[in-house]
């Protein structure tokens, strides 16, 4: 048992940090989202859900178009194309199923 941001930071790309914790079959992660920042739109095998601790993220998810903010929720379906663009510095969570094995390293 640790803090989370006691997990060695993954830097997602310029904007954005992640913290992950992996068990068996899932990925958690809080995640840190710098205003301004873009990801494009992309896909991948895991199941995600996010989860907004704090902020605004407008996020694109199989061609709609979602305002988040504090307290919302999405699940994003298996190889769905989404991508997100923080309104606001934003505190996120994610959990994937299966293990984001890419985000180990």
Do not use: W
């Not at 990925?27 to 840190?32: D, K, L, N, R, S």
């Not at 996020?59 to 769905?80: D, F, K, R, W």
């Amino acid at each position: 048992m640790q803090p989370i941001k006691d997990i060695p930071a993954k830097q997602l790309m310029p904007g954005i940090t992640g913290y992950y914790a992996h068990g068996s079959s899932m990925t958690f992660g809080y995640i840190e989202i710098i205003k301004g920042t873009k990801m494009a739109e992309h896909n991948h095998p895991h199941e995600q859900i996010t989860y907004i601790i704090e902020g605004q993220l407008e996020m694109v998810i199989g061609g709609e178009s979602y305002s988040l903010t504090a307290g919302m929720v999405h699940v994003i379906p298996s190889n769905t194309l989404h991508g997100a663009f923080a309104v606001t510095d934003c505190k996120i969570i994610d959990v994937f199923n299966p293990v984001r094995e890419d985000y180990k390293k």
